[in-house]
């Protein structure tokens, strides 16, 4: 049974990497949790088939808490999808006495904000 469930871990791909590596991990993070889900459902169907009440309970208890945790990561990913618009709609922001800016730079024929420190003079 724990072989169901660990190969579900150790087969989901892995993303290479990027700008917003913590995006990546929470995607991933997400996704194991998906394919956690399935292999505890597996082991329940494969309870069910055989009569077996305690992988039936073991599956369906695994599955029900990885489906929890999946949501959970989904509704995380989403909220700082959205704190990270409202940072870029910004023009400016002030921090510790120093003011920023957003300045538009274009690399490989897209545009990306980022924000520099204003100059003080």
Not at 32 to 43: C, K, L, Q
Not at 71 to 77: F, L, M, N
Not at 87 to 102: A, E, I, L, Q
Request: hydrophobic share 30%.
């Amino acid at each position: 049974m724990a072989v169901v469930i660990t190969s579900a871990v150790v087969c989901a791909p892995m993303r290479g990497s990027s700008q917003n590596r913590a995006s990546d991990h929470r995607q991933e993070t997400k996704n194991n949790w998906r394919n956690i889900g399935i292999g505890s459902a597996v082991v329940g169907l494969l309870g069910i088939a055989k009569g077996d009440s305690t992988l039936t309970f073991a599956g369906a208890a695994g599955a029900l808490y990885s489906a929890n945790r999946y949501e959970q990561d989904r509704k995380s990913q989403n909220q700082s999808g959205r704190a990270r618009a409202e940072m870029f709609r910004r023009k400016s922001y002030d921090r510790n006495g120093h003011h920023y800016v957003r300045r538009t730079v274009k690399k490989n024929g897209h545009n990306y904000y980022q924000f520099v420190q204003r100059d003080p003079h």
